[in-house]
């Protein structure tokens, strides 16, 4: 089976612009998370869609945004994009929110300049 | 709040035990483990929920003291295939699911 797939792989946007980031989900997985992460850190939660609604929230500013589609792929949704917003962003899947196995995606470079 | 870690890293011989420990100011419902190769997504290793059960991966265990807010990660009988940053992550209760990851481990396993 396939795993996560994120695309694009890498990306390079500059300053002001907006940027969309995909992701498929396992097959048969209905939540898909949203994480940042930056060098050194650990992956900064951003959004988990369940059943294609938000149902976690982390503390990113309004810039960011996300949807799930019908089918359980995702969009990650950057606005007005920031040289602090240059990171790797996770896409993860799981059968079910909160508390189950997650699995990750290859993830997306995004670099702001 | 974000989970400390420690230690921030650990360095092992082929064959040594390691202990990576995790721990939260906040009542905690789940602690997540992964692990990341660089350049590399992090791979799930474990979950361990409020109230005991453990999900598991083999060869790697752990435990979660609820009192206390914190889990540990054992790794016995380490493999050079054990090398890679160690991240808890963990979940509070109440209807905001945020999983909110420590800063890491790096874990180096020298033949």
């Known amino acids: 089976d396939a795993g996560v797939t994120q695309s694009p792989t890498h990306l390079i946007k500059t300053r002001g612009q907006h940027v969309t980031l995909r992701c498929s989900p396992i097959?048969?997985?209905?939540?898909v998370s949203w994480y940042q992460q930056v060098l050194g850190q650990g992956p900064q939660f951003i959004f988990q869609y369940y059943e294609k609604e938000e149902r976690g929230r982390g503390n990113f500013p309004d810039r960011f945004s996300a949807r799930q589609f019908p089918n359980y792929s995702s969009e990650l949704n950057v606005n007005a994009l920031l040289l602090g917003d240059s990171a790797l962003y996770l896409c993860?899947?799981?059968?079910?929110?909160?508390?189950?196995?997650?699995?990750f995606g290859p993830g997306t470079r995004l670099t702001v300049t | 709040q974000q989970p400390v870690q420690s230690p921030q890293a650990v360095i092992l011989r082929e064959g040594e035990d390691a202990v990576i420990n995790c721990s939260s100011s906040?009542?905690?419902?789940?602690v997540h483990w992964y692990r990341q190769k660089h350049g590399e997504a992090p791979v799930f290793l474990m979950i361990?929920?409020?109230?005991?059960e453990q999900k598991g991966h083999e060869k790697i265990s752990a435990s979660f003291n609820e009192k206390k807010q914190q889990s540990s990660l054992y790794l016995t009988a380490s493999q050079l295939s054990y090398s890679g940053t160690y991240f808890c992550?963990?979940?509070?209760?109440?209807?905001?699911?945020?999983?909110?990851f420590g800063k890491g481990t790096l874990l180096t396993v020298n033949p």
């Open positions: 361990l929920l409020k109230g005991g």
């Open positions: 992550g963990t979940l509070g209760g109440g209807s905001n699911y945020k999983l909110t």
């Open positions: 993860a899947s799981s059968l079910g929110m909160g508390a189950s196995e997650q699995y």
């Open positions: 097959s048969g997985h209905k939540s």
């Open positions: 906040k009542a905690l419902y789940s």
